[in-house]
T-cell receptor
Framework: KQEVTQIPAALSVPEGENLVLNCSFTDSAIYNLQWFRQDPGKGLTSLLLIQSSQREQTSGRLNASLDKSSGRSTLYIAASQPGDSATYLC??????????WGAGTKLIIKP | EAGVAQSPRYKIIEKRQSVAFWCNPI?????LYWYQQILGQGPKLLIQ????????DSQLPKDRFSAERLKGVDSTLKIQPAKLEDSAVYLC?????????????FGSGTRLTVV
C-alpha cells in the first residue's frame, strides 16, 4: 500500500533563505507526483507536476525533483519571501491511478 | 482558462441539518472529484465522476452523503444530516483525463463548520 510522508510537519525560516521541502513515498511504481500549495482555509493551487519519466520541473523560484528509485521528491524554494508562507502538500498518482496525499509541511517565512 | 468554481465559500450549520455544495469544473474536464480535508490532514477522496458516471465512491459515507453530476458538468455534494465530525474543507477538483495524468486543478473549497 502506497504511503506518502512529508517531513517536517512545520518549518520556520527567515526571509531570503533557500529551503527544501521533502516528500517520500513507499512504492516506486508511480505515474506522477504533484506539489500543491494551500493557504489557510483555502483550496489547493498546483505548483508543479512531475511525470514518472521526468527528474525535475521548474517554475520561477520553485524546483521540484523526483527520484523514483529512492522514493523521494524535494521542492526547492529559492530566495524565500513572506508570501511563500503556506502549507505545501505532495500527492502521488500510484499504479492504481489513486492519488495518495502527504499530510503537508506548514511553512512560515519570517520577515 | 477559468478555474474550478465552488460555492459557497463558507457555511455554518447545526448538527442534523442538511447542506449542499456546488462545483463547476474547468470546461472540457471530464473527470470531477470531491475531497474532504480535515484540518491538519491531506485531502480524502469522497467521490470521482467520469462525465456523469461514478468511478469511485468507496469512501463516501452513503448513509449521509450524496453527490450527483447530472449533465456531466456541474456537480453538487449534499450532507444530510450533518454531524460534528463533518466539519472540514470540501474541495472540488477536475482533470482532463480519468487517470489524472495531466494533473488536477482544485477549486477554492468550501469550509463547513458544524456546531
Amino acid at each position: 500500500k502506497q504511503e506518502v510522508t512529508q517531513i517536517p510537519a512545520a518549518l520556520s525560516v527567515p526571509e531570503g533563505e533557500n529551503l527544501v521541502l521533502n516528500c517520500s513515498f513507499t512504492d516506486s511504481a508511480i505515474y506522477n507526483l504533484q506539489w500543491f500549495r494551500q493557504d489557510p482555509g483555502k483550496g489547493l493551487t498546483s505548483l508543479l507536476l512531475i511525470q514518472s519519466s521526468q527528474r525535475e520541473q521548474t517554475s520561477g523560484r520553485l524546483n521540484a525533483s523526483l527520484d523514483k528509485s529512492s522514493g523521494r521528491s524535494t521542492l526547492y524554494i529559492a530566495a524565500s519571501q513572506p508570501g511563500d508562507s503556506a502549507t505545501y502538500l505532495c500527492a502521488v498518482r500510484d499504479s492504481n491511478y489513486q492519488l495518495i496525499w502527504g499530510a503537508g509541511t506548514k511553512l512560515i517565512i519570517k520577515p | 482558462e477559468a478555474g474550478v468554481a465552488q460555492s459557497p465559500r463558507y457555511k455554518i450549520i447545526e448538527k442534523r441539518q442538511s447542506v449542499a455544495f456546488w462545483c463547476n469544473p474547468i470546461s472540457g474536464h471530464a473527470t470531477l472529484y470531491w475531497y474532504q480535508q480535515i484540518l491538519g490532514q491531506g485531502p480524502k477522496l469522497l467521490i470521482q465522476f467520469q462525465n456523469n458516471g461514478v468511478v469511485d465512491d468507496s469512501q463516501l459515507p452513503k448513509d449521509r452523503f450524496s453527490a450527483e453530476r447530472l449533465k456531466g458538468v456541474d456537480s453538487t455534494l449534499k450532507i444530510q444530516p450533518a454531524k460534528l465530525e463533518d466539519s472540514a474543507v470540501y474541495l472540488c477538483a477536475s482533470s482532463l483525463d480519468s487517470a489524472g495524468i495531466y494533473g488536477y486543478t482544485f477549486g477554492s473549497g468550501t469550509r463547513l463548520t458544524v456546531v
